[in-house]
């Protein structure tokens, strides 16, 4: 499925939170863990090198590379190198707290996910462990646009043998049973297209004031895999921003969250 899973640190504790969920994935798929940093002009590339090695050493899976990229600004350094490997999976926590610059809105984590055009795995502050469930979540809002992850999704559950389960999160609640059924078939006809790429996915409707809260207690305590969903939509899910149903999702979930802003935004 991948050639690499690069895994982008800064030295802090938060950003290694990665190295888990890659490693599982690596060890699955039989592929290595590329590790990668930045070192400012102000910082001594030897010390980089020598973090890099260190943690090559605790990583529970082959390590392929250890690349220290020097550069004044990380996200544009970081961005050049994953786009070079485009067989390669993108894996990296939410936010950090030194080095490449605080990986949160606005800065490496969101500009990998805007830019790259292809799915990036967020590891959020509950969601640092192996990579393991009979689950993949697919989360949709109704839109095209939100249905763009699906074939992401039902790929990776391919991959690890999980079930692709199709997820609408309704924010109001239905006035007739009429409607209900109405909003129901959406997700059960997306569910059946599916059927004819070979899956058997299952659907399921959820409701609630807040998407992302919904989302997040549905994969609470479960056995889900990783959550996938796309930055942008129309309704429901929203578009990925500081408070968005995306980042609160990748904030708050017990697992992993594949994120992809399609090319076309």
């Known amino acids: 499925m991948f050639s690499s899973i690069v895994v982008p640190l800064d030295r802090s504790r938060r950003a290694e939170e990665a ?8 060890t699955r ?32 899976a082959p390590v392929a590379e250890q690349r220290v990229l020097q550069a004044r600004s990380a996200a544009p350094a970081l961005l050049e190198l994953i786009d070079n490997k485009p067989d390669a999976l993108p894996c990296l926590t939410s ?20 830019d790259l055009h292809r799915p990036v795995l967020l590891i959020g ?23 763009r992850i699906l074939e992401p999704a039902a790929r990776w559950a391919r991959e ?46 959820l409701h609630g004031t807040d998407p992302a809260d919904a989302i997040v207690e549905h994969v609470a305590g479960s056995d889900v895999a990783l959550v996938a969903m796309t930055t942008h939509g129309r309704s429901g899910l929203s578009r990925l921003a500081l408070g968005s149903v995306a980042m609160r999702v990748v904030h708050r979930a017990s697992v992993p969250v594949l994120v992809l802003r399609p090319v076309d935004l």
């Open 19 to 26: 190295l888990r969920p890659a490693a599982s994935l690596a």
């Open 29 to 60: 798929w039989g592929v290595p863990v590329d590790l990668v940093t930045v070192s400012l002009p102000v910082d001594d590339p030897n010390d980089d090198e020598q973090y890099l090695k260190e943690v090559a050493a605790r990583v529970e």
């Open 95 to 114: 936010h950090g707290r030194s080095g490449v610059g605080q990986l949160v809105l606005g800065s490496v984590s969101e500009a990998l996910v805007r």
């Open 125 to 147: 502050p509950n969601a640092g462990g192996p990579v393991a469930g009979e689950r993949v979540v697919a989360c949709l809002d109704g839109s095209p646009l939100a249905e």
């Open 160 to 205: 690890l043998s999980a079930t692709l389960w199709i997820v609408q999160v309704l924010t109001t609640m239905p006035l007739a049973i009429d409607n209900d059924l109405l909003e129901s078939g959406y997700a059960h006809r997306v569910a059946s297209g599916l059927e004819d790429g070979g899956f058997s996915p299952e659907w399921e409707i």
